[in-house]
Every structure is written in structure tokens, then in C-alpha cells.
């Protein structure tokens, strides 16, 4: 017989009550930013004039960032293992500081094949710095009742990443060039990442310690829940429409007659929404569960997303229904971790959601390609079925009651 999954609140971590856990999170939210902003958002900035340099197409050079993604993927289950058997702390750092060796070297590359083997390791670095690594040691390390506002805090902060540092590294590449700016973007990273996991993430005395307080399901019978399957897909098909949408949604608004502009407006009012849906997620999760809420963002989002081809032709509608679909722009990064940790406990959290996370990079890194192909409308509406699904599926999975947890 089955039984509905019950988390205890952990025991007080040693030595770490909530002002060392406000330590962890505020560290972890500047750290998050400054990775995501380096490892990922200065690349777009500096494509053009890679591109140029290395005499390739963009479309070549943007292969390399496939690659990364592709790495991430691969590493992101023996990642997921180590941070469950050893904590955060020497991963954390060893990968801040592989990520800055990646940033120099990329600064350094006169050939194709030199930059996507830099970005292969930039992506194994990423699986060990980034939103798939920080989550695990918020979820061991923050008791229960503070996990979804320590995610929420982290999301948010690193949220302005982009708008941190498109300018920024628009500005040095403009006074430096594009080796010098990478340069100057690894000693960031060298400065803030490295010592700030290296002296806050937990380590392996600590984890070890605290092991006790985290009760989890075995990872091969959290494989053979039915569930698990169902909200895996549920955020595959979902992080697919949204990673197509973020790609194509200038494009549509073009093709449906705004100028580019406008449709650069609109499309920018994604990132501040996201904000404003993972406030809105976390708030009511209080109140109900995090799966009902975030299949009701998915449903709003697919709403938006429908009335798209009817309503896109004035900019109230169109703003309208980029709003809707906005909402739920963020709204999977802090769900999944929450939804993932009240199912099967934080023990072997790690490993369960790098098991979710490879398909789920995949599908967001081919997504745009494949809907790129797609007549106009049929994309829209393809994406709006894709948060339906997405939201059924959610559904489904909260109708079935987990197993009982491994003591």
C-alpha cells in the first residue's frame, strides 16, 4: 500500500541556523547572477564579433554554445550523485574555478574547433555552478518551511542577470574588445564565484553530519513512479515552448506587423514578468499546493499563448497576451525543485532532479530549431498546447500518491 509522501522539518543544521542559511542564500543569488551573466549572457553580446574574428558564421559559432548545453546535460547526473553523497562546497568551487580557466581560454581561441571545446567545458562547468547545482544545496540545507523563499530569493536576484550584463558587456567590448572583455568577465568570476563557494557552500563534514535530518526516496524507486515520469514530461514540453517562445516571440510579433521595436519591448516584458510569477507562484503555494498553482500558470500561459494569432495585430492585445504567457516565464525554475523535494525528500534530491534535468536541457536547446520550421500560427499554438499538456500532466501527478519515504 501507498502512501502520501510527509517530509519532517529538518533539524537545525550544526552551526547554522537561519543567519548562516541567510548567508548561504544571499551569496548564492550574487554568485548565480554573476555565472549566468558570464557563462551565458555575455555570449550573445559577443557572437557578432567572435563570428568576424574566427572568419565563421554566426550560425557556426553559435554551435559552440549548443555544445555547452549539450556538456551540461551530460553532466548533470554525476553532478546530481556528488552533491547527494558529498555536499556542495568543493564541487561549487572546483567548478567556479574550471569555469574561469573555460573564460580565459575562450578569449584566447583563433578556430572553431578551439572555441566549442572551451564551451564543452564550460558546460561541465555550468552543470557544477549554476541553478542545477545551487538548488540541490538549498533543498539539503534550508529547513522545509523557508526552502520555496530561499529559491524564490536566489531566482530573483539572478533574474537581473541579463540585465546586468548585456549592457556591461556591451560596454567593455566596446572600450576592449572581445578578449580583453573575456577577460576582465573571468576575473569577475574569479573574485566573487570561487571564494564564495569555496567559504559558504556546505561541505562534506557538514553534509555528512546533517545527513540524519534528510529522509528521501531511494533514487531507483523514485525512477519507478509513475508521477515522476509524468512531471518530468510535464517540464520538458514546457521548458520546450518556453525556451521556442523566448527564441521566436520577436519574429511572430514582426510577422504579425509590429515593428521590430515594439516587438523587442513586448518580448523584453518576459523577464520582468518571470519576476513577477515566481512572487505571485510562491505566495499562493503558501496557501496551496505548488503543483495545483504552477498547473494554474501553465494553464494562463497557454491561454495567452492561443489568443495570440487572433489578438497580436494591436499592441493592447498583443501586450496582453505576452503578459499571460510572461507570468509563467520563471515559474518552472522554482517549482520543479519544490514540487521534486515534497515528493521524494531532500536525501537523494540531487540525483532525482539531474535525472529530470537532462531531458528537459535537451528539449529547451533543440526546441527553437524545430519550432523555427513551423508556419507562424502553428508555432503559437503548438507552444499553447504544450502548456496545456504541460499543465494536465501536472495535474495527473498530484492525483498519485508517492511512496513511503526510505528511513
Not at 581561441?109 to 564551451?119: E, G, K, P, T
Request: charged share 10%.
Amino acid at each position: 500500500m501507498t502512501t502520501t509522501l510527509s517530509i519532517p522539518a529538518a533539524t537545525p543544521t550544526v552551526g547554522g541556523g537561519p543567519p548562516r542559511h541567510r548567508v548561504l542564500i544571499a551569496v548564492l543569488a550574487v554568485t548565480q547572477t554573476v555565472g549566468y551573466g558570464v557563462m551565458f549572457y555575455a555570449f550573445s553580446v559577443l557572437l557578432a564579433p567572435i563570428a568576424v574574428d574566427l572568419h565563421a558564421s554566426t550560425a557556426a559559432v553559435t554551435g559552440a554554445f549548443t555544445t555547452a548545453v549539450v556538456f551540461a546535460a551530460g553532466a548533470s547526473i554525476p553532478v546530481g550523485r556528488w552533491l547527494d553523497r558529498h555536499g556542495g562546497r568543493a564541487l561549487m568551487a572546483t567548478g567556479s574555478t574550471l569555469a574561469v580557466v573555460a573564460v580565459v581560454l575562450w578569449s584566447r581561441v583563433d578556430s572553431l574547433w578551439q572555441l566549442y571545446a572551451v564551451f564543452a567545458v564550460l558546460g561541465v562547468a555550468s552543470a557544477s555552478v549554476l541553478y542545477e547545482a545551487a538548488f540541490p544545496v538549498l533543498v539539503a540545507t534550508v529547513e522545509p518551511a523557508r526552502r520555496n523563499n530561499a529559491l524564490l530569493a536566489v531566482t530573483i536576484v539572478a533574474g537581473f542577470a541579463s540585465s546586468i550584463f548585456f549592457p556591461l558587456t556591451g560596454l567593455l567590448l566596446e572600450q576592449y574588445g572581445w578578449r580583453t572583455t573575456l577577460l576582465i568577465l573571468a576575473g569577475m568570476l574569479a573574485v566573487i564565484t570561487v571564494p564564495g563557494h569555496l567559504l559558504v557552500v556546505p561541505g562534506r563534514a557538514r553534509h555528512h553530519h546533517t545527513a540524519a535530518s534528510r529522509t528521501g526516496m531511494p533514487v531507483r524507486e523514485a525512477l519507478r513512479d509513475k508521477s515522476f515520469w509524468l512531471l518530468t514530461v510535464a517540464f520538458v514540453v514546457h521548458g520546450a515552448a518556453l525556451s521556442a517562445m523566448g527564441v521566436l516571440l520577436i519574429v511572430y510579433l514582426q510577422h504579425a506587423g509590429h515593428t521590430t521595436a515594439i516587438a523587442a519591448t513586448l518580448a523584453g516584458l518576459l523577464g520582468i514578468l518571470s519576476v513577477t510569477g515566481r512572487l505571485v507562484t510562491t505566495g499562493l503555494s503558501r496557501r496551496f499546493s505548488m503543483q495545483t498553482v504552477t498547473a494554474v500558470v501553465f494553464i494562463v500561459q497557454a491561454v495567452g499563448a492561443a489568443a495570440l494569432p487572433f489578438l497580436s495585430g494591436t499592441l493592447a492585445g498583443a501586450a496582453a497576451c505576452v503578459t499571460a504567457f510572461g507570468l509563467g516565464f520563471g515559474v518552472a525554475t522554482i517549482a520543479r525543485p519544490a514540487i521534486l523535494a515534497g515528493r521524494y525528500g531532500t536525501a537523494r534530491y540531487a540525483t532525482i532532479a539531474a535525472t529530470m534535468t537532462v531531458p528537459i536541457t535537451l528539449a529547451k536547446a533543440s526546441a527553437p530549431l524545430g519550432a523555427a520550421l513551423l508556419v507562424p500560427d502553428v508555432f503559437i499554438t503548438t507552444v499553447a498546447l504544450a502548456c496545456l499538456l504541460a499543465a494536465a500532466l501536472l495535474i495527473a501527478a498530484g492525483r498519485t500518491p508517492a511512496s513511503k519515504l526510505d528511513q
